[in-house]
DNA sequence: TTATGCTCTGTCACTAAGTGACATTCGAGG
DNA sequence: CCTCGAATGTCACTTAGTGACAGAGCATAA
């Protein structure tokens, strides 16, 4: 009937603003489709259900954060590339401050937005404990599962936190700054599961020896580097 | 028309069966019924949705674990209290375990299962996070949530890891105890955010001296104690 | 311009989840 | 035997979600 091409956008603004004035389970599929002014079977040709047309960004996330993961070099350390993975997600919130924060007031109130979200933030959880594993040594990989799991759980939770905390205050600040501290106190805990393959290194002021065992992982390898390096430029 | 009193349990064995043989989603709640030999109507007095027909023991379940944490002694260390409520959610499932199997051979195949007990799950880690809260002074609580969080989110990690695994497993051998391990090793990593009011102590063979500041949680104090004393008993 | 094809959309019809109202039956206790 | 309350059965209804088919909008090639 209008312009074509932003039925999706309208259905979900559509949703969100009726769902805060009346209730999410108030509003019907037919009230938000002629809010819209699209039909109601074209708002299920955009969500597979009424929930997920309040978050409708979870899905394309979730591709990207699993592109980034698969596309990771080897050569960092596995815990800074899946807290990068978590600001991609938080990132997407702060695309549109506004939106986020009326979605929050509904997932505050609605239950069935509440799990719904819960499960999409389960699977991007789910994809950093499978980087994880991916990452380690395959002879090593049943024996670190329950370390993997846990510090993804870990990194989500304080994804969540730092994103709901911002959230409650209205999405003013600089939240990525605050993802980095989070996270950093997080990794700092759980950094001796990821540090296994040892690595020692005695530096003189003009050259750097690094002494590791064979099967230590370039990204350790890196690290050392870096840290022995202090922030200068090292010597080629 | 029968015995009255094992509607829910015929119920839920009913749609656990039927959904293994054809599909949780190509089964209706009519068949579900009419297999338990009950109308559609007593279905939904005692399920609140077709999900929630597989895991009918998770409300029971969440109210003991929250009346546990509740009434848990303030002496005892936080994270050991959280790990036996841990423990609570894992007897459950190991009190059936052929149940148990057989619902997770159901949740692996069927997302829409998968997203209700992730659901359910989310609310035991809320409650634990929520008992860590109330567990440190009022004047702490907001610097420490995002270590409760962290927290809550690592020991249910670690309870679902265990819990998989087993009923990966089939089912066979003693749970608790890899439970324990589990949440020991995570315990560990996390030990320095609950160990804020710092206790030092002075021990000689005959006299125990402990040292602490005022505002020493009592918990601390007992957890020296007890190591001091190496196992043995303390002298009254 | 018309023809062709693709994608998005509207319409209709249908299954099934979940709820409210009311009647009925079972079981315990007087 | 009667009564009361809780669990159940019956009926009717709204609404989520899906399948099938037709039409509209927009591109490209002839």
Known sequence: MSGRRDARRALMSAAISLSLERGFDATTVDEIASAA?????????????????????????LERVTAFLDAASPLRAPLEV??????????????????AVRRYELTRRVPALRDWEIGATSRYQRAFARYLDARRDPADRDRFRLQHEVAAASVAAA??????????????????????????????????WFTHGTTEKAASDEVMVVVARPDTPLWRIAEQIQSAAGGQNVPG
């Open 159 to 192: 994804h969540n936190h730092v994103l709901r905390t911002w959230l409650r205050e209205g999405g003013e600040p600089d939240v990525r700054a605050r993802l980095t501290a989070a996270i950093t106190d997080v990794a700092a805990a759980l950094h001796p």
């Open 82 to 99: 899946v807290a990068d993975a978590a600001r991609i997600v938080l990132d997407m919130y702060a695309e549109d401050p506004e939106t």
């Open 37 to 61: 002014g699209v039909a109601r079977r074209t708002f299920f040709r955009h969500f597979r259900a009424k929930e997920d047309a309040v978050f409708p960004d979870h899905g394309a996330c």
